[in-house]
Nanobody, 119 residues
């Protein structure tokens, strides 16, 4: 049974940092793409960053470029999202997801972790 479990969310002041973790289990993720999504109240869920399990390719949406960094630790089967210079508009529920690298949709999702940035 595949599981993605996020942790590391919380309340932080603007300008602060948080590191989210996504512990993946239940299968080999070799050849998979790991994505970080977020959804703010009243807004659609958006893909903000992704990384291939190999670590070769990374993607960031424009609003987080230069502030967020995605990485993975193969030995720990964990994907991270380091978030720096946080802004109130980063407030959202953050989700980890996985799909086969050449698939169209994400097959596996975590339960989410809340990030709240106060001004």
């Amino acid at each position: 049974q595949v599981q993605l479990v996020e942790s590391g969310g919380g309340l932080v002041q603007a300008g602060g940092s948080l590191r989210l973790s996504c512990a993946a289990s239940g299968r080999s993720f070799s050849g998979y793409l790991m994505g970080w999504f977020r959804q703010a109240p009243g807004k659609e869920r958006e893909l903000i960053a992704s990384i291939t399990w190999s670590g070769i390719r990374r993607y960031y949406t424009d609003s987080v470029k230069g502030r967020f960094a995605v990485s993975r630790d193969i030995a720990k089967n964990t994907v991270y999202l380091q978030m720096n210079s946080l802004k109130p508009e980063d407030t959202a529920a953050y989700y980890c997801a996985a799909r086969y690298e050449y698939a169209q949709k994400y097959d596996y999702w975590g339960q989410g972790t809340q990030v709240t940035v106060s001004s």
